[in-house]
T-cell receptor
Framework: SQTIHQWPATLVQPVGSPLSLECTVEGTSNPNLYWYRQAAGRGLQLLFYSVGIGQISSEVPQNLSASRPQDRQFILSSKKLLLSDSGFYLC????????????FGPGTRLTVT | GDSVTQMEGPVTLSEEAFLTINCTYTATGYPSLFWYVQYPGEGLQLLLKATKADDKGSNKGFEATYRKETTSFHLEKGSVQVSDSAVYFCALKLSSQGNLIFGKGTKLSVKP
């Protein structure tokens, strides 16, 4: 069976510091991968998605970037965090092919102070 | 553009009360519709789905019917439990793309 991992589970970082959140998927190959942010009162926002290694699509302009160095690894980064980057970050995956469902990881709670 | 609109929460109910969470959508194509649930401190889990008009999705006592004429997918449960306390997200997926578009979520609190 497939599983999705995210770490860390929680993170408190000062403004201006860098960020690296990691997501890995087990038990499947060549998945589509997604990063979402859930900010208070703003619902769930798609940040990035990837259909393959090195292929990243950005949905919204922002202070964040994403990379996919390996087939089942998806990294969310920032060089300098802003207060507005605080939120709950969720990684998700699905099989290739638009008819498949998305499965979500447990999330990372980021607080920028 | 394509979008999902949910009733704003929070919704507070007593145990065994009837639940309705409204969801309407705007889409240019023929989307699939989903309800996801997020329990406190966790990621999202798929609760139910419907892929075409008049389909009814159901799971764990929850139901939702895909109404094309009213572009709606309202979530219902006849008797809620304290363990149903969570945030519920309505979402659509266009077959041409496969990415999900979410509503803002509705927080449900069930009191004993």
């Amino acid at each position: 069976s497939q599983t999705i991992h995210q770490w860390p589970a929680t993170l408190v970082q000062p403004v201006g510091s860098p960020l690296s959140l990691e997501c890995t998927v087990e038990g499947t190959s060549n998945p589509n991968l997604y990063w979402y942010r859930q900010a208070a009162g703003r619902g769930l926002q798609l940040l990035f998605y990837s259909v393959g290694i090195g292929q990243i699509s950005s949905e919204v302009p922002q202070n964040l970037s994403a990379s996919r160095p390996q087939d089942r690894q998806f990294i969310l980064s920032s060089k300098k965090l802003l207060l507005s980057d605080s939120g709950f970050y969720l990684c998700a995956w699905r099989h290739q092919g638009s008819s498949y469902e998305q499965y979500f990881g447990p999330g990372t709670r980021l607080t920028v102070t | 553009g394509d979008s999902v609109t949910q009733m704003e929460g929070p919704v507070t109910l007593s145990e065994e009360a009837f639940l309705t969470i409204n969801c309407t959508y705007t889409a240019t194509g023929y989307p699939s519709l989903f309800w996801y649930v997020q329990y406190p401190g966790e990621g999202l889990q798929l609760l139910l789905k419907a892929t075409k008009a008049d389909d009814k999705g159901s799971n764990k006592g929850f139901e939702a019917t895909y109404r094309k004429e009213t572009t709606s997918f309202h979530l219902e449960k006849g008797s809620v439990q304290v363990s149903d306390s969570a945030v519920y997200f309505c979402a659509l997926k266009l077959s041409s793309q496969g990415n999900l578009i979410f509503g803002k979520g509705t927080k449900l609190s069930v009191k004993p």
